[in-house]
């Protein structure tokens, strides 16, 4: 069986995702090992190998997450699951979808009340239409949109529940010290997000 060991200490996001994604591309490799300092790092690595259908074992030395991925890539379940995520985009993106980019936790610029007041007003405005975001995406400050004390967690709980795909930034949570605060929706990188920008959707940015 090959194997390859890919050193992502000391790498921030989206380094270690990639760097996974480029060995996990090589054909002749089965199995690699990833090798990350961080629990961010462990969360988008883990989570970018199990939407792509590969097995994730996960063990801890000398305080370095070791995860080990098996690739999978002739198994049913991957190949069903590449198919629906490819009929769904498809689907979403002639129906007119749109994935929202939130860089900010308040809209416009001027008074910080009246910027919470206008997001919490679009989010409602969200929730009352006839179809939801396809994704919404969250970054710098907008990540306390996604955290305990949102003033939209109600309407995002409703997005969510309506299917609408809630991605926040991993990079902002941790440095704005959010990690063990985040409410729903998961944790992402920048490759991600940065492939639902340049995908078949309509992108309505909010800053």
């Not at 992402?188 to 309505?204: C, Q, T």
């Amino acid at each position: 069986m090959s194997h390859k060991l890919v050193d992502c200490r000391g790498l921030a996001c989206p380094h270690p995702v990639i760097n996974t994604k480029k060995a996990l591309e090589e054909a002749s490799i089965e199995t690699i090992t990833t090798i990350v300092d961080n629990d961010v790092a462990r969360q988008n690595v883990t989570l970018f190998a199990k939407n792509a259908g590969h097995q994730v074992s996960e063990e801890q030395k000398d305080g370095f997450y070791h995860l080990t991925i098996t690739r999978n890539d002739a198994s049913p379940a991957a190949q069903t699951s590449a198919c629906a995520a490819e009929s769904s985009a498809v689907t979403a993106a002639s129906a007119g979808g749109s994935v929202y980019f939130i860089t900010s936790n308040e809209l416009g610029q001027g008074s910080p009340d009246l910027g919470e007041v206008l997001i919490k007003s679009l989010f409602t405005t969200l929730t009352a239409m006839t179809s939801p975001p396809v994704a919404l995406l969250f970054l710098n400050t907008g990540v306390y949109l996604t955290c305990e004390g949102s003033p939209v967690q109600e309407q995002l709980e409703k997005l969510h529940a309506a299917g609408a795909a809630v991605l926040t930034c991993g990079t902002c949570l941790e440095y704005y010290h959010l990690k063990d605060k985040l409410l729903l929706g998961n944790i992402s990188n920048m490759l991600e997000i940065n492939n639902w920008l340049s995908g078949p959707y309509k992108v309505i940015t909010i800053a």
